[in-house]
């Protein structure tokens, strides 16, 4: 299947934010042409952009997506009362059938606001790469042991069998937290780890209540000093949220060359705090973006979640030259899919894998053109998404589904399934 692009404005993000106007040749799942001109051939579609622009998609690179479910039921709670009196109970509920049917829920928001994968976090996590594979989309599934679910040898069984089930799935070592993580569980995370030579990422520092927690119980260890002692940290990974984060923690992810990922959304609506991230780019850390759980957000829009990031920055730092535009969208595309392990779906060039979005620049928030990178942060919205292009196929295009279940049939099943559990719990 060859399908060539034309009459398209193409922001590659390959080194650059420059934007020009060309053309682009997808064959099968790989870009085969990125250019001003693509030879003359026979292509079995050919789509006028008209001016529209082609840019590597989102990767989300922090989620929950079966938590779709959940979204709505539980806001306006502190992060305690929210986690242990409402999702948890809520959670106990669920099947590896019902996780299957959600996570399609989440596979249909994210394909229409251009995101082209995830990190996604979530118990049986062979129930979201079921979905994944059968609505095409593309994700890395992250191991979530810790005291209640899965164990380090499910996580063993699970590298070996969904690393090579899919080429649309990958799946990385991970753990809840630290404080719903024995250490006799970390220790022998950190064995595995170490034995496959696998980075390992967690949740971590989300709170000044967690990290105080995670002192009194390690003898005055943070949680990234803590991880770091017990050797989870060897072959890189990262943290999520970050929040509260020690100049000595910086220097840790400094060190070991670990990815930040921020959520700026979710620590917004749980007023968790704001994470420095200008501390970590002035400290060469990568940083990705991640939306959180669709419980915690509620939205998985990367739109919202790039304005955060800077927006929040500027306030932080009282300084609104702070956190350039141009850095963020990086952190939404480029750095998102370098710490998934997607180092073939970062930017627009011949050979890598055809995850592309289409941005409507033919509505009122993309003009006039000035400066379309940055405009794609501060106006941007999911409302300008054309097209999402995962693998060379496309999954969503003028407001249409192309997931393989009519997506009526998606929202209903999510309601049922919702319904039924909302009923065990009274």
């Known amino acids: 299947m060859r399908i060539k692009f034309i009459n398209a404005r193409i922001l590659t993000l390959d080194d650059t934010f420059d934007v020009f106007e060309g053309e682009l040749v997808v064959k099968d799942n790989l870009i085969e042409y990125v250019g001003e001109k693509a030879p003359v051939d026979d292509y079995d579609r050919i789509i006028d952009c008209n001016k529209n622009l082609l840019m590597p998609g989102f990767k989300n690179a922090h989620t929950h997506s079966a938590m779709t479910f959940v979204r709505s039921y539980a806001d306006d709670l502190t992060l305690h009362d929210w986690l242990f009196n409402k999702i948890?109970?809520?959670?106990?509920?669920?099947?590896?059938?019902?996780?299957?049917?959600?996570?399609?829920?989440?596979?249909?928001?994210?394909?229409?606001?251009?995101i082209t994968a995830n990190f996604d976090m979530y118990m049986e996590p062979r129930a979201f790469a079921k979905a994944s594979i059968e609505t095409g989309f593309r994700t890395v599934v992250l191991g979530c042991v810790n005291n209640f679910t899965e164990s380090v040898q499910i996580m063993r069984e699970n590298y070996a069998y969904l690393n090579n089930i899919s080429e649309l799935i990958t799946y990385k070592l991970g753990f809840h937290a630290e404080y719903t993580t024995d250490e006799k569980i970390l220790v022998e995370l950190a064995k595995l780890a170490n034995e496959l030579h696998e980075p390992v990422f967690t949740h971590s520092s989300e709170t000044k209540d967690e990290v105080e927690g995670c002192k009194t119980r390690h003898n005055g260890l943070t949680p990234t000093e803590y991880f770091d002692k017990l050797g989870l940290y060897n072959y890189g990974g990262g943290g999520y949220h970050l929040v509260e984060m020690s100049d000595h923690d910086i220097e840790i992810f400094k060190k070991r060359k670990l990815?930040?990922?921020?959520?700026?959304?979710?620590?917004?609506?749980?007023?968790?705090?704001?994470?420095?991230?200008?501390?970590?780019?002035?400290?060469?850390?990568?940083?990705?973006?991640?939306?959180?759980?669709?419980?915690?957000?509620?939205?998985?829009?990367?739109?919202?979640?790039?304005?955060?990031?800077?927006?929040l920055q500027k306030l932080k730092h009282e300084d609104a030259s702070c956190c350039d535009a141009l850095d963020v969208l990086y952190m939404a595309t480029v750095n998102g899919a370098r710490a998934m392990g997607l180092d073939n779906a970062d930017v627009l060039r011949e050979g890598k894998l055809a995850d592309i979005i289409m941005i409507d620049m033919h509505q009122p928030n993309m003009q006039p053109i000035n400066n379309i990178a940055k405009n794609i942060v501060y106006s941007g919205s999911k409302q300008n998404i054309k097209m999402t292009m995962i693998n060379g196929k496309i999954l969503y295009e003028n407001g249409n589904f192309y997931l393989g279940e009519d997506i009526e049939e998606i929202y209903r099943k999510a309601n049922d399934i919702t319904q039924k559990i909302k009923d065990k719990m009274n």
């Open 88 to 114: 948890f109970p809520m959670e106990e509920k669920l099947t590896s059938d019902d996780i299957y049917e959600l996570s399609k829920l989440a596979i249909a928001e994210y394909v229409s606001s251009g």
């Open 259 to 311: 990815y930040a990922v921020t959520c700026p959304g979710s620590n917004t609506k749980l007023a968790s705090g704001i994470a420095d991230i200008k501390k970590f780019l002035d400290s060469n850390i990568p940083v990705a973006i991640g939306t959180d759980g669709p419980a915690s957000n509620n939205a998985l829009d990367m739109f919202r979640e790039m304005f955060l990031v800077t927006g």
